[in-house]
């Protein structure tokens, strides 16, 4: 049992949040092993509760994992939401929204370890759409930006939607990339120029021609 979960999951119980106590024990454990070695049981032993404590508020384990999906969401959508206030250039906007969607799934593994996992969450659950749809729609703002200043017929859906697959990419790929790029000869590109440079090839294929 981490340290970490010694001390902060029982305190968040005794101050009358243990559903948030069980979502964190259940990101840490997904963090560790996965999606595929989630239990409830292991959930409630790291929170120091009950083993029925987690069913008692999220039903079963496919409810638990689906609030977990939704917190992330809501901090993806509320880290993309920051980064972009204020910035009215498209290029720089894309660009903050790349580094902070990749900074928030690296910062929150256990989230985004299930965000995604359709067969593992209720994907009919009405908060879980409504979260993820929050977070697409700072991306889909960004990319009308970019049609608004350089393609007035550019396809935003289209765009935004490739857009937030290279983002997904970049974090799945990040602990690869060095690897990859050392047994290749190739430059090791820090992560946050890499984001960088990836926008300025998309912006550069959405302009107008």
Known sequence: MSRRYLGAVPDSYHHGDLPAALRAATAELVTERGPTGFSLREVARRAGVSHAAPAHHFGDAKGL?????????????????????????AALRLTACGRAYVRTAQAFPGHFGVIFQEDMVDPTNQEWLEAGLS??????????????????????????????????????????????AKSTGAEVVPLDDLIERFTRITIEGMRAR
């Open 65 to 89: 994992l689906t609030s977990v999906a939704i917190e992330g969401f809501q901090k993806l959508a509320d880290a993309l939401t920051e980064a972009t206030e204020g910035i009215d250039d």
């Open 135 to 180: 977070a697409y729609m700072v991306l889909y703002e960004t990319i009308s930006v970019v049609r608004d200043q350089l393609n007035p017929s550019l396809d935003v859906d289209t765009a935004a939607t490739l857009s937030w697959a290279a983002m997904q990419g970049l974090v799945v790929l990040a602990s690869k990339l060095t690897v990859v």
